[in-house]
């Protein structure tokens, strides 16, 4: 028999989803994107949100709290209340690398958050200089190696998924290559096309137009699998480099304590809209492979992330205070 303590429970856990009600179109759900207007994941946070308001018969508002490393826009999801209103597009840096980099955190990634699903991931591209001298991954390798120190290879900053994708790449490999971080990865990526550094790792959300145009030469594909973008260029793994698979990726979270029922509704949605083909060809367009799932999958998948990458961080000596 269901006792009267968990009826009152279950109500209690429903105090808002989205849909629930005829008045749900006065609903506001605030989507924080923790980085500035026009990038891609602001873009992707717009396309998603677009497809998902409908489902969940709620205004998406999408409100941009840059800076800290995405520490400012999770703190203030942190803090909120836990019913559905205020979600987090949350990425690599909050969820496997500040707990790294940081001595002290504002919040604890593990503790302080719903975990509603997973959104999907960017593989990262070895690229080069065309006028570097090497034509391929054998080449560049056999370079490296003969200049110890002398090869030097931009970033979007410190702490990156750009930056610890090299590092990653360097301690597998045996070599010894000089990091110069940048602001953002639109700089970096000025630098490499200009030759005034010739390597980096390049997410094909920044970088598949600079690609295709040929102003930087793709040697290597950080996925499992080669990207149907770049059908040519294949896989570290394939280049004989193992246990490298790097990678940014993206999800959404709540405020800790959210109802199971409002977290599964939304991500329901998140999913439903992961196979959206407007959402699809987007995710096409950047480069991204769309990770639909469960709550826990995602919180699996983030907290292994976070195990596979804090040695690399912790050997290297990155720290971000």
């Known amino acids: 028999m269901t006792s009267r303590r968990s009826i009152l429970a279950a109500a209690a856990g429903a105090t808002w989803l989205p ?10 759900v605030r989507w924080i994107v923790p980085y500035p207007p026009g990038g891609g994941t602001d873009v992707l946070a717009r396309t998603l949100a677009e497809a998902m308001h409908a489902g969940l018969g709620a205004t998406i508002v999408v409100d941009n709290k840059p800076g800290a490393s995405t520490n400012i826009g999770a703190q203030e999801v942190a803090r909120a209340a836990p019913d559905g209103r205020t979600i987090l597009q949350a990425d690599n840096a909050l969820l496997a690398f500040n707990e790294h980099l940081f001595k002290k955190l504002p919040v604890d990634p593990e503790k302080d958050f719903s975990y509603i699903g997973s959104i ?11 006028a570097f001298p090497a034509q391929n991954f054998k080449e560049f390798m056999a370079y ?12 979007p900053g410190n702490g990156s998924p750009h930056h610890l994708a090299m590092e990653m790449f360097k301690n597998r490999t045996k070599t010894f290559m000089v990091h110069i971080p940048y602001r953002g990865a639109a700089p970096a990526m ?32 950080g996925g499992k699998t080669r990207t149907p973008l770049l059908p040519g260029v294949p896989t570290l793994i394939e280049e004989g480099v193992p246990e490298v ?8 979270l709540g405020p800790a304590r959210m109802p199971a029922a409002t977290v599964l509704r939304l991500n329901a949605e998140l999913n439903k809209a992961l196979g ?17 799932g469960t709550p826990d999958q995602f919180k699996n998948f983030a907290r292994s992330e976070s195990r596979r990458w804090g040695p690399i961080i912790r050997d290297n000596g990155i720290t971000l205070d």
């Open 144 to 155: 490296v190696r003969a200049n110890p120190g002398k090869v030097s290879y931009a970033s």
């Open 245 to 252: 698979e790097v990678f940014a990726f993206q999800g959404l």
């Open 120 to 130: 999907g991931k960017f593989p990262l591209a070895l690229v080069l200089n065309p």
């Open 190 to 221: 000025q630098d490499v096309m200009g030759g005034q550094l010739p390597v980096m790792f390049l997410d094909l959300a920044s970088g598949l137009t600079t690609i295709q145009s040929g102003k930087v030469r793709v040697i290597a594909f």
């Open 19 to 28: 849909s629930f009600s005829a008045r749900a179109q006065s609903e506001t």
């Open 276 to 292: 959206n083909s407007t959402v699809l060809k987007r995710f096409l367009d950047f480069g991204m492979e769309p990770m639909p």
